[in-house]
């Protein structure tokens, strides 16, 4: 009965419209009620308890680097240089997008920037040489939900808060599931747009690439600096985060001085607009997670799948396709943050390593980021590219399939995931 009051009063409220993190917060209260033990005081200490995370800071600094790499260029040169070194070959534009995806998931961790940057300055190239632009934005959007997988990963860090599983881990995790994302988007680019008929780039000199290098070679730098920081134990995730922001501002500012001082402002409210609404629903969030174990309700779902609990793959398959219809109707963090509590108690159980999970999680929500109706990148791909959203839906499900594909191999095999994290911390 309390596991039936939790779904109904969460979707009563989204339902008719309330915002998730207020959704969440009634959730609370509907159970507090149920339970007996409305309290007022309960509500108001979880939400700072929510909120006064030391390693949450992370967040903020890593949307800023997001926002002043845009902004200050560091994404352009990223794009010029993926053009010189792959544009001349046949579908090369297609294969620029993917490789530019996957370096600027190693930079901000954000897919709706990443997605932007990417749709603002290829889709209009790929539609003057002639590639089919429903398809071209389709990719471009499969492209932009690798940045969550691939570190720095605000997902990552929000699923460890709410898991209490090590950061720096699931980091290290998500490289090789990051890169598969990239390779099986290659695959199937080259399978269905091998007969469309397009102009290809000229082929970029040795003396061009080495210029892009040059140019680019700040942009490239910034990931080599996370990641190197924290594998050598040097920063923790919170202080890359630091250090990528002002990094982004200084390359930004001094050394491709694009980045203008007037611009600071506009860069700043859109950071604090997007933290403030991350950080309110993990506030939110932090109010049902502790009400979720307070009624025990991962013991009562634990009930219903005891038979799959003796089967680790079958298990993680029955969850993945949970949380793929789940991500059909909510964005990545509210996923996260309505479900780690839930299902961590029972990975426990199973005896399932927790990082492999958090990874195989997280890509599972990145995936629902391009699964109608809610589909948040595709809405940013359409927005940004000015391709009507239907169109965009069907150029996307190739790409789709691919990376579900991806998800499933990786269930088959967790040894792709789990061995190389080990090796890798």
């Known amino acids: 009965m309390t596991l039936l009051i939790f779904i109904v009063s969460l979707l009563g409220a989204m339902a008719i419209g309330a915002p998730v993190a207020f959704a969440l917060i009634f959730c609370g209260v509907v159970l507090m009620s149920y339970m007996g033990m ?35 260029g560091l994404s352009k040169r990223i794009i010029d240089f993926a053009i010189t070194c792959v544009g001349h070959i046949r579908g090369g534009l297609g294969l ?45 959007a499969a492209g932009g939900v690798i940045a969550p997988v691939i570190p720095p990963s605000m997902a990552f860090i929000i699923f460890g808060v709410a898991a ?81 922001a002002f990094y982004a501002l200084f390359v930004g500012m001094f050394v491709y001085r694009e980045l203008k001082l007037a611009d600071l402002p506009a860069v700043l409210i859109a950071a604090g607009r997007t933290t403030a609404a991350i950080m309110f629903l993990v506030c939110a969030a932090l109010v049902s997670a502790w009400l979720i174990t307070a009624a025990n309700i991962p013991a009562e779902i634990t009930g219903y799948i005891e038979p799959l609990i003796e089967n680790p793959k079958l298990l993680m398959l029955a969850i993945m396709i949970l949380i793929l219809i789940v991500g059909t109707a909510l964005d990545l963090t509210p996923t996260i943050l309505i479900l780690t509590p839930v299902l961590m108690p ?64 990786l269930v088959a095999f967790p040894s792709i995931v789990i061995v190389p994290a080990n090796w890798f911390h």
């Open 346 to 409: 029972i990975i426990t159980k199973a005896g399932i390593d927790p990082i492999y999970f958090g990874v195989m999680f997280i890509m599972n929500c990145c995936i629902g980021l391009l699964t109608p109706p809610v589909g948040v990148v595709l809405n940013v791909v359409s927005g940004v590219g000015r391709v009507p959203l239907g169109k965009v839906i069907i150029g996307v499900w190739p790409f789709l399939i691919a990376q579900i594909l991806v998800l499933l191999l």
């Open 96 to 140: 620029v997008a993917i490789i530019a995806a996957v370096i600027m998931a190693s930079i901000s961790g954000s897919a709706a920037a990443d997605t932007a940057a990417l749709a603002a300055i290829l889709i209009p190239m790929m539609a003057r040489a002639g590639y089919n632009v429903p398809r071209s934005a389709g990719l471009i």
């Open 38 to 72: 409305f309290n007022t005081q309960i509500i108001a200490q979880n939400m700072l308890i929510g909120a006064d995370t030391f390693t949450l800071l992370a967040i903020p600094f890593f949307i800023l680097a997001g926002e002043l790499m845009n902004a200050g």
């Open 164 to 244: 209490n599983v090590s950061i720096s881990r699931l980091f290290m995790a998500g490289i090789v599931p990051g890169i598969l994302m990239g390779l099986s988007l290659a695959v199937t680019w080259m399978i269905v747009a091998r007969n469309d008929r397009v102009e290809t780039l000229p082929r970029a000199s040795w003396a061009d690439r080495g210029r892009a290098s040059g140019r680019a070679v700040w942009a490239l730098g910034m990931p080599v600096i996370i990641l190197g920081g924290i594998k050598l134990g040097v920063v923790t995730p919170t202080e890359a985060a630091v250090i990528a």
